[in-house]
T-cell receptor, first 112, second 112 residues
Framework: DQQVKQNSPSLSVQEGRISILNCDYT??????FLWYKKYPAEGPTFLIS?????DKNEDGRFTVFLNKSAKHLSLHIVPSQPGDSAVYFC???????????FGKGTRLHILP | DAEITQSPRHKITETGRQVTLACHQT?????MFWYRQDLGHGLRLIHY???????NKGEVSDGYSVSRSNTEDLPLTLESAASSQTSVYFC???????????FGEGSRLTVL
C-alpha cells in the first residue's frame, strides 16, 4: 500500500510561471518530509525539507507547504526555469524506524 | 570532497547468476540505503543499515541481501538474479536518521 502518493505523473508549465507539485501521505506517524530532484542518468539530489512542526519552508525559488490535517504537501517553484525540468520525488519519514519512503515521482516539463 | 560511489555503473547478467553491486561512501555516515527505481514505481527501499553489523529489510527485499562490515561500504547482493530485478539501483547515505540522503549516480542492471 502506497504511503506516499504523487498522483500526477507529469506536469507542463510555461517558463516564468509557477510550478506546483503535489504529494499526499497516509501514515500519520510521518513527521519529516523532503523533496528530491532527479535528472536523467543521475542520482536524486535533495531540494528542500519540512518538519511537521512547521507549515511552510522557503528556500529561494522553492517553497514547501505542509497541511497536516489533510496529509498533503506541495512544492511551489516560482518562477519556473528551464533547468527545473526534471523528475521530482516527494519523500517522508517518521515512526518506529524512520526510514525514508518515496513517492512515484512527477516529471516536470518547463516549456519555453 | 566526500562522496558516494557505486560500481559497476552498468551490468548485464543472466538469470540465476549472483550479482553484487558495490556502494562506498566517504562521509563517515552511519546510515546507508539501497533503492531501486522502476517506471511507474518511483524509488522503492530494498535494504538499509544504521551502522556496522546492522541491516534491515525495506519494502522490496525479497531476493536481495546486504552486509555491513564497516562504515564506508554497503554491498547489495542478488543471490539468483531474475528478470524482474532489471532496474536502476541507487545507494544513499545520511548522517542522521530521517536526514537528507546523499545518492550515488546509480547502477543500471539488466538481467537476461
Amino acid at each position: 500500500d502506497q504511503q506516499v502518493k504523487q498522483n500526477s505523473p507529469s506536469l507542463s508549465v510555461q517558463e516564468g510561471r509557477i510550478s506546483i507539485l503535489n504529494c499526499d501521505y497516509t501514515n500519520s506517524m510521518f513527521d519529516y518530509f523532503l523533496w528530491y530532484k532527479k535528472y536523467p542518468a543521475e542520482g536524486p539530489t535533495f531540494l528542500i525539507s519540512i518538519s511537521s512542526i512547521k507549515d511552510k519552508n522557503e528556500d529561494g525559488r522553492f517553497t514547501v507547504f505542509l497541511n497536516k490535517s489533510a496529509k498533503h504537501l506541495s512544492l511551489h517553484i516560482v518562477p519556473s526555469q528551464p533547468g527545473d525540468s526534471a523528475v521530482y520525488f516527494c519523500a517522508a519519514s517518521g515512526g518506529r524506524d524512520d526510514k525514508i519512503i518515496f513517492g512515484k515521482g512527477t516529471r516536470l516539463h518547463i516549456l519555453p | 570532497d566526500a562522496e558516494i560511489t557505486q560500481s559497476p555503473r552498468h551490468k548485464i547478467t543472466e538469470t540465476g547468476r549472483q550479482v553484487t553491486l558495490a556502494c562506498h561512501q566517504t562521509w563517515n555516515h552511519n546510515n546507508m540505503f539501497w533503492y531501486r527505481q522502476d517506471l511507474g514505481h518511483g524509488l522503492r527501499l530494498i535494504h538499509y543499515s544504521y551502522g556496522v553489523q546492522d541491516t534491515n529489510k525495506g519494502e522490496v527485499s525479497d531476493g536481495y541481501s546486504v552486509s555491513r562490515s564497516n562504515t564506508e561500504d554497503l554491498p547489495l547482493t542478488l543471490e539468483s538474479a531474475a528478470s524482474s530485478q532489471t532496474s536502476v539501483y541507487f545507494c544513499a547515505s545520511s548522517g542522521r536518521v530521517s536526514g537528507e540522503l546523499f545518492f550515488g549516480e546509480g547502477s543500471r542492471l539488466t538481467v537476461l
